[in-house]
Nanobody
Framework: QVHVVESGGGLVQPGGSLRLSCAASGTIFNINDMKWYRQAPGKERELVAGITFGGGTNYADSVKGRFTISRDNAKNTVYLQMNNLKPEDTAVYYC?????????WGQGTQVTVSS
């Protein structure tokens, strides 16, 4: 069983920055892909960014150049550095860990971008 916990959300003004963290715990050996998703009110959950165990990354077009995903494999932790935040980035951000053919989700962390 893998337990996933996100942290780092909050309220920030447009143009500001936040750094989200996601820690996976349990009996784990080399988590494959780790991803960040987000879901805004009234919208479907969408992929924001993903990173493989080897460090390969992919991003949604809407966040390219502003968000950076990284991971610390020794700590089973993934980060999402979010810069130049916009009101449309407001959403609940969820971490996903894919391990041994199962998807594990965190409870989500709220990010609100507003003046």
């Amino acid at each position: 069983q893998v337990h996933v916990v996100e942290s780092g959300g909050g309220l920030v003004q447009p143009g500001g920055s936040l750094r989200l963290s996601c820690a996976a715990s349990g009996t784990i050996f080399n988590i494959n892909d780790m991803k960040w998703y987000r879901q805004a009110p009234g919208k479907e959950r969408e992929l924001v960014a993903g990173i493989t165990f080897g460090g390969g990354t992919n991003y949604a077009d809407s966040v390219k150049g502003r968000f950076t995903i990284s991971r610390d494999n020794a700590k089973n932790t993934v980060y999402l550095q979010m810069n130049n935040l916009k009101p449309e980035d407001t959403a609940v951000y969820y971490c996903n860990a894919y391990y041994r053919w199962n998807n594990y989700w965190g409870q989500g962390t709220q990010v609100t971008v507003s003046s």
